[in-house]
């Protein structure tokens, strides 16, 4: 074992199948570990999951270490933190990352008072300080009115929560080496006391994090019935359909649709804003995107200053010919 | 059957401000009110309480004047109304604040089940539900949208996860977190309205508590905001202008360029 500073990042895997948060933090941490001079290491847990393990290290991962138990065959909240704060008091990591999912929410707030450390939710920035070398969390606060950058320099580690598309993904390599390090659980089936009973899928969901175009609508629209030209559009492009934070309270549209601080962080290649006048609340979750394009009466509106491409006008003019334009298009393939 | 539910005062917003010294938000200008998500926990207590019998207890960490805020939770079905309340807890951080939540939790023992909101709108963290659980030893479970009971002690209940949900059986007590818009809060009664002028929130003290001073308010909170600020963000930020005709053909040809048509 060296002494370098650890970064670790929890890889989050249901069933064998990893979450792409989990290659998209160990990008960034490569980055932290980095600026660090230290080894970027992942964790996994699970039952089965040698090969999850396996594809971390194809994304970055010098060293892994593999708790694999029938009693983590699905995630509960007591067995998996027992597992990870186990891992932290054994090998002292500096920085432990966790993707900003349903389970690594409710993970990351138990190892967090276990181990008495800080934890920042949500966050967008991530850098080391490169005097104290401290590590610098940046993330949405009051509301989303502001960002705030945020420091835990006294406790280890210094841990964060990371939605999924802040971070690119990093490439994979599947011939990169590494080590994998096989640790115990040390807790049995008796002594959890949860248990799932049962499993119920969900009809269609709108997967608006890994969608490639998105249309999204803001107040600008008028009126819910405004949606049905965004979906028509977003069809055609093959995209889904946003909305900000004012329509779904308004009852517009449904919070699935619901991109921001409050709703999905995204990263499409395409973000039309049409209506959204672009408050800060809406744009940390949208400022990512590969291009946005907005569309709005207001020329004064914030959402036109991070805009690449910005028409001041109707979108009740420019959206339906923007839906002819692209079948005059698509025609032409 | 003895239902915990915690309740967060949040300034209302548009009422917030930033102490340009500590970055901590000052409270004392703001307009308190009831985390507006925090609503469907305790309508959900109510619920269970209805259906089961017992005693809802709202529990709240926050200044004096946050009395206000359970009398409100008295009228909208709490049974019980605790503060917790004292200078050494501000300034806390998710950690810190929720250590004195698990101390305030203690001390109303017995208890069947603590429930929470998903999250605050002013912090957002979502952190506060799984760190209490963690200082009492509890099993954690967030984004809850149903509850029953499940024999003497038990609890079954079911979690919302990306595409799809989970029924989980719980043995004993637990802290839930209930996932907004899953029931409809009622409005206050106007019979308990009159019945709380007459009551007041039993209150407690770090000192009550038994808390180590050292894991209270700014001192028991490992997190420090080193400073605030407004994004700023680099984009191209071309105008398309003209007739909707002209500017939906030059973006189309802008998107076509770019590969994305």
């Known amino acids: 074992m060296n002494d370098k500073p650890r970064v670790w990042v929890f890889v989050e895997q249901e069933e064998g199948q990893a979450h792409l948060v989990s290659w998209e933090l160990l990008g960034k941490a490569g980055e932290l570990a980095r600026d660090l001079e230290g080894v970027l290491e992942a964790v996994v847990l699970g039952h089965g999951v040698e090969e999850v393990a396996r594809e971390a290290i194809a994304y970055g991962a010098e060293r892994v270490y593999l708790i694999d138990d029938p009693v983590l065959a699905y995630y509960r909240n007591q067995p998996y933190a027992h597992g990870v704060v186990q891992l932290c008091r054994k090998y002292r990591p500096e920085i432990l990352l966790l993707g900003a999912t349903t389970l690594g929410r409710d993970l990351a707030g138990s190892i967090a008072t276990s181990l008495e450390t800080g934890l920042t939710a949500d966050v967008t920035g991530l850098e080391i300080d490169p005097e104290s070398k401290n590590l610098i969390m940046t993330r949405p606060a009051f509301g989303g009115n502001i960002m705030a950058s945020i420091l835990c320099p006294d406790h280890r580690p210094q841990m964060s929560t990371v939605r999924p598309r802040t971070f690119p993904l990093p490439p994979r390599d599947p011939s990169r080496q590494g080590e994998i390090v096989r640790e115990e659980l040390g807790l049995s089936e008796d002594e959890v006391r949860v248990k799932r009973v049962d499993f119920i899928p969900k009809d269609r969901t709108v997967n608006l994090e890994y969608a490639e175009v998105i249309v999204s609508g803001g107040r600008g629209l008028g009126g819910p019935e405004g949606f049905d030209l965004l979906r028509e559009l977003a069809r055609l492009l093959g995209g889904e359909v946003g909305a900000s934070r004012a329509v779904v309270d308004a009852g517009w549209i449904s919070y699935e649709h619901q991109v921001g601080q409050t709703g999905k962080t995204v990263r499409p290649k395409v973000y039309l804003a049409c209506g959204i006048s672009g408050a800060i609340q809406h744009r940390v979750g949208m400022q990512n995107s590969d291009v946005i394009i907005a569309i709005n009466t207001d020329p004064e509106a914030p959402i036109f200053r991070i805009a690449d491409l910005g028409i001041v006008g109707d979108l009740y003019q420019v959206i339906p010919a923007l839906i002819e334009a692209v079948k005059r298009e698509k025609g032409h393939e | ?261």
């Open chain 2, 1 to 261: 059957m003895h239902l915990i539910v915690c309740l967060k005062p949040v300034p209302k917003p548009g009422t917030v401000r930033v102490d340009p010294k500590t970055h901590t938000l000052k409270r004392d200008s703001a307009q308190l009110i009831l985390n507006p998500p925090d609503l469907y926990a305790l309508e959900m207590a109510v619920e269970l309480k209805e259906t089961y019998g017992g005693k809802v207890t709202a529990l709240m960490m926050g200044p004096p004047n946050a009395a206000e805020l359970l009398r409100e939770a008295y009228a909208l079905g709490a049974d019980e109304m605790v503060l917790l309340s004292d200078r050494a807890f501000a300034g806390s951080d998710t950690l810190a604040t929720s250590y004195v939540l698990s101390r305030g939790i203690k001390r109303l023992e017995p208890y069947d089940l603590v429930l929470m909101g998903k999250a605050s709108i002013d912090g957002e963290t979502a952190q506060v539900g799984p760190e209490t659980a963690a200082w009492l030893g509890l099993p954690s479970v967030i984004q809850v949208k149903k509850i029953q009971r499940e024999g003497d002690h038990g609890w079954v209940v079911v979690r919302v996860r990306e595409g799809y949900e989970e029924e989980l059986f719980l043995s004993g007590p637990a802290v839930v977190t209930v996932e907004p818009g899953i029931n409809d809060p009622r409005p206050p009664s106007l019979k308990r309205l009159l019945a709380v002028r007459e009551l007041a929130p039993r209150l407690f003290s770090a000192q009550d508590l038994e808390c180590e001073p050292e894991k209270l308010g700014l001192s028991g909170s490992p997190t420090q905001v080193l400073d605030v600020f407004a994004p700023s963000y680099q984009r191209e930020q071309i105008l398309l202008t003209g007739e909707p005709e002209e500017v939906a053909q030059e973006l189309v040809s802008h998107l076509r360029t770019r590969g994305l048509i």
